[in-house]
């Protein structure tokens, strides 16, 4: 099949990457995997176990007062926690391959939907917020717009830092989060050829 390139001849790319068939249980499962591992997991808390105090019982056990043996006890304002919550992983296993899929499902589901635009180059070579945004115009897309570049150079990255509808990332950077959060997606013809050879 062939993309379309803004202001040059069509390319031609695999139907496997850019034209196959959308997964939605695949692709939502890769998303929660990849959220759920950007997750700290550094949460923790003192269960009475680990509290620092005197084990001493602090009453008597008849005539008064309930039978307790310290203030360590979860029901008091400073005892422990019942169930403490202890660092963990929330990571969780996806399969190489089942990643590959899932990205090639976002791709060509953005592609049938029009969604993705490619381009030569984004032509930016000094950092100005003003010239992005110019191109961006030029470009015809709106919303959340994320850039991909084959190897995003300082002075794309510059001048679209101050744009809060606007991400950029290299290849290498290229994640489902940041594809299905996007309204459109705008590639370089490079950088197409480098997600294919990776996809393919």
Same mark, same amino acid.
């Given at each position: /099949?062939?993309?379309?390139?803004?202001?040059?001849?069509?390319?031609?790319?695999? !139907?496997?990457?850019?034209?196959?068939?959308f997964?939605?249980?695949?692709?939502?499962q890769?998303?929660?995997a990849?959220?759920?591992?950007? $997750?700290?997991?550094?949460?923790?808390q003192?269960? $009475?176990g680990?509290?620092?105090?005197?084990?001493?019982k602090?009453?008597?056990?008849?005539?008064?007062?309930?039978r307790?043996? !310290?203030? $360590?006890?979860?029901?008091f304002?400073g005892g422990?926690v019942t169930? #403490?919550?202890?660092?963990?992983?929330?990571?969780?296993?996806?399969n190489?391959?089942?990643?590959?899929? #899932?990205? $090639?499902?976002?791709l060509?589901?953005?592609?049938?939907?029009?969604?993705?635009?490619?381009v030569?180059?984004?032509?930016?070579?000094?950092?100005?917020?003003?010239s /992005?945004?110019?191109?961006?115009?030029?470009?015809? %897309?709106?919303?959340r717009?994320?850039?991909?570049?084959?190897d995003?150079?300082e #002075? @794309?990255?510059? #001048?679209?830092?101050?744009?809060?509808?606007?991400h %950029?990332? !290299?290849?290498?950077?290229?994640?489902?989060?940041? @594809?299905?959060?996007?309204d459109?997606?705008? /590639?370089? %013809?490079?950088?197409?050829k480098k997600?294919?050879?990776?996809l393919?």
């Amino acid at each position: /099949m062939e993309l379309n390139v803004i202001g040059a001849k069509p390319l031609s790319v695999s !139907d496997e990457v850019f034209g196959g068939e959308f997964k939605q249980a695949l692709v939502h499962q890769v998303v929660v995997a990849y959220q759920a591992g950007g $997750r700290a997991g550094t949460k923790a808390q003192l269960s $009475r176990g680990e509290l620092s105090g005197t084990t001493k019982k602090f009453k008597k056990q008849k005539g008064g007062g309930a039978r307790h043996g !310290d203030y $360590r006890a979860p029901i008091f304002v400073g005892g422990g926690v019942t169930f #403490a919550a202890k660092p963990r992983s929330y990571e969780q296993k996806v399969n190489r391959k089942s990643y590959r899929v #899932a990205i $090639r499902s976002i791709l060509s589901e953005l592609n049938r939907q029009g969604r993705l635009k490619v381009v030569e180059g984004f032509g930016i070579e000094t950092p100005k917020t003003k010239s /992005m945004i110019a191109k961006l115009a030029e470009l015809q %897309v709106s919303g959340r717009v994320l850039l991909v570049s084959e190897d995003a150079n300082e #002075a @794309l990255f510059l #001048a679209s830092r101050n744009i809060p509808y606007l991400h %950029v990332v !290299d290849v290498v950077a290229l994640n489902p989060v940041s @594809l299905v959060g996007s309204d459109h997606v705008v /590639m370089t %013809v490079e950088a197409v050829k480098k997600v294919e050879e990776w996809l393919a």
